[in-house]
């Protein structure tokens, strides 16, 4: 049975644009990471987001990824321009609420996702090529993936994968996107003696607060109302976050005798990415145990895996959200709880078996494969077109001005240098 409820309805709008603040929080977040020449630059691709991502989710996005199903695989047509699209409940995503705010609420995800993997090729994408890579990997990566996991008759939503809020679709596509396109965008110039650490720290604290307010929404909201999962998602988002906090600076002063404002607020990503999966089929002691874990294992995959491999992820897309997001889509496997939430399952430690971590694996591979051989396909497509890569001239004198004609501080000439 279908029927509007008001406290559902006021829930779901709320988490909705809490979610459409964590793209403007990354925006700020990713600003103050960068040097201060490339500060527009950076910021403006999240907000370009934005505005593409809108466009396509309304004219075919959401019903190629939503619509009803055609071979497991891929959406219809169906309800193109959002036709049948409107104020009456769809039963098999959101019954007591608008189609439309069910829309609007997938939207934000389909926003946030490409202007994450925008932290990996900060620096030295050029603007015309992020263009065209947003609006081919929304179609040919996020929608298919979006509609595996979550839309009625996906092929990983039938196998009993379990993703609350995106660890799959968000974290580990935009992780892996992001991995993969620093490969083939390659490196920075100088970098390795340039002076490359955040250049504005507090824009980093108040971007990374913003999206921590944010995930309440992200996380919460998947709950589709104004109930008990919903609340159990709000403490286990809150509870992870502050564990990955401890989690991150406890192996920081291990590894390098130091607590850093950047490691905390890093840390405290990461372990929100981690329970993004999980957060509606956990307990609250397992969420903490998740957050914890993510923190430690997010620094060593920035801290030492990054300086292994020898690639410029230059915001730590891969590190944070391709490292947090496998370890929370395996741990929703390991720790799910069907006592919490009867569309989840139990997990290994709570008598479920080894299956459902299998399950969870095969996710994880799955999303890996697709969205790192659709990446490459498409970022060697757009080379072919437009040049991928700002020169070495447009990297010196940074992309706010090659780009935009445009500086982030134009009234500190005197503070001005190819190397801040």
């Known amino acids: 049975m279908t029927m509007l409820n008001p406290g559902d309805i006021s829930f779901v709008v709320i988490c909705t644009v809490l979610v459409f603040l964590m793209t403007p929080g990354l925006a700020l977040f990713y600003g103050g990471m960068v040097r201060k020449r490339n500060v527009l630059s950076i910021m403006m691709q999240s907000y370009a987001a934005m505005g593409l991502v809108t466009v396509i989710w309304v004219l075919f996005g959401y ?26 409940p769809n039963p098999d995503y959101a019954p007591t609420i608008p189609h439309l705010l069910f829309f609007l609420f997938q939207l934000m995800f389909a926003i946030i996702t490409p202007a994450l993997i925008s932290g990996a090729t900060a620096e030295r994408l050029r603007f015309t090529a992020f263009l065209l890579f947003i609006v081919l990997w929304s179609i040919l990566v996020y929608i298919p993936l979006a509609h595996w996991i979550w839309g009625v008759g996906g092929w990983m939503r039938n196998l009993g994968v379990l993703d609350f809020a995106g660890g799959t679709v968000v974290e580990m596509a935009s992780g892996m996107s992001g991995l993969v396109a620093a490969f083939v965008v390659g490196k920075r110039i100088r970098v390795g003696y340039e002076y490359n650490i955040p250049h504005h720290m507090p824009n980093v604290l108040f971007g990374g607060g913003l999206l921590w307010f944010g995930w309440f929404g992200f996380n919460a909201g998947g709950a589709m109302g104004a109930n008990s999962v919903a609340v159990l998602a709000l403490g286990t988002t809150q509870i992870a976050g502050a564990a990955g906090m401890i989690g991150w600076v406890l192996v920081e002063w291990l590894h390098r005798r130091q607590i850093t404002a950047f490691g905390a607020v890093s840390g405290i990503i990461s372990a929100l990415v981690a329970i993004t999966p999980a957060a509606g089929f956990v307990s609250i002691g397992s969420s903490l145990l998740i957050g914890l874990v993510a923190g430690g294992v997010c620094y060593l995959g920035v801290s030492i895996l990054k300086a292994k491999l020898g690639y410029d992820d230059a915001l730590d897309v891969f590190g944070i959200h391709g490292i947090g997001g496998t370890w929370g889509t395996i741990a929703t496997g390991i720790f799910a709880d069907l006592s919490l939430n009867p569309q989840g399952k139990n997990g290994l430690i709570n008598g479920g078996g080894i299956e459902p971590v299998l399950i969870q694996l095969i996710a994880v591979a799955a999303t890996y494969l697709f969205t790192g051989i659709m990446t490459f396909l498409i970022l060697k497509g757009i080379a072919m077109f437009t040049p991928l890569n700002a020169t070495d001239d447009e990297q010196v004198n940074g992309l706010d001005l090659t780009q935009h004609r445009e500086k982030a501080y134009p009234d500190f000439e005197l503070s001005e240098n190819v190397y801040i």
Request: aromatic share 12%.
């Open 63 to 88: 019903s190629l990824a939503f619509g009803p199903d055609q071979g497991h695989l891929i959406g219809s047509f169906d309800w193109i321009g959002l036709r049948g699209v409107g104020l009456s």
